[in-house]
């Protein structure tokens, strides 16, 4: 009786070069080829969605329309009016996850969202732009948010270490979040996938009864996977806003 096949579910995050000698030369890796091809994805929705411009949207534009005013309002109900100015940056880092999340659940594309190198730097990015922002609105200021107002000068030496700790700790919080629910997820799928092949050749009846239950479970998990793409990037977002919120309003 032939061995069951074996089950190897981190071998999908590893990264390997694409583009064969050219891609080698300058280390373009199968995430960077994923990257390019969320951008191009966006890109192309929001071009093929708009150019009809029409009074009564066609389904694509009704869908590009849906995505602009879904992070708009975001934007405007979170930060506030000053939200506008940040309207481009926030609705880029949402679909740029968005989709990485969504084509990594293809065959033969890669969840660059599953390295904790790029949920990383994007958690840096809005950290820094948090800052940036918090500094340029209010100067010395920004500083007063470490000590929150109308709290005992007493307890400084307690709460002010307290309040740096969880100030530093935000881009870690979010980029192990997104990092480690991708991870999980896929993880998780190709567990399940093995599982109903391995039980189909045990017994030796391809598509029988046997395999309906974790063929099942796997379809079942396709769909929790599209939920989880979904809730990151829009927990990712969100957290953004309101960490802009805090540097535009100081509270």
Avoid: K
């Avoid at 005013?69 to 949402?94: K, Q």
């Amino acid at each position: 009786m032939a061995a069951p096949p074996t089950i190897d579910a981190l071998s999908q995050f590893r990264l390997a070069t694409s583009l064969g000698p050219i891609g080698a030369s300058v280390n373009f890796t199968n995430s960077n080829l994923i990257m390019v091809a969320t951008a191009a994805a966006i890109l192309a929705l929001l071009h093929f969605g708009m150019r009809p411009r029409a009074m009564i949207p066609g389904r694509l534009q009704a869908l590009a329309e849906l995505c602009y005013s879904f992070i708009a309002d975001m934007c405007l109900d979170t930060i506030g009016p000053e939200g506008r100015r940040y309207f481009p940056f926030v609705f880029t880092l949402f679909f740029f996850i968005l989709f990485g999340n969504l084509l990594g659940l293809f065959p033969y594309f890669f969840a660059f969202t599953s390295h904790i190198a790029v949920t990383a730097a994007l958690a840096l990015l809005v950290f820094v732009l948090s800052i940036f922002v918090a500094v340029t609105h209010h100067g010395m200021r920004f500083f007063t948010y470490f000590f929150p107002q109308g709290a005992p000068v007493a307890l400084a030496p307690v709460l002010v270490p307290i309040e740096i700790l969880s100030f530093l700790s935000r881009p870690v919080s979010l980029s192990i979040r997104l990092f480690a629910n991708i991870v999980a997820g896929h993880v998780m799928w190709e567990v399940f996938a093995g599982f109903m092949l391995i039980l189909t050749a045990a017994l030796g009846i391809a598509g029988g009864a046997a395999s309906i239950l974790p063929l099942a479970i796997n379809v079942a998990l396709v769909g929790f996977e599209l939920l989880v793409a979904f809730l990151q990037a829009y927990v990712f977002a969100i957290l953004t806003c309101l960490y802009l919120h805090d540097a535009v309003h100081l509270h």
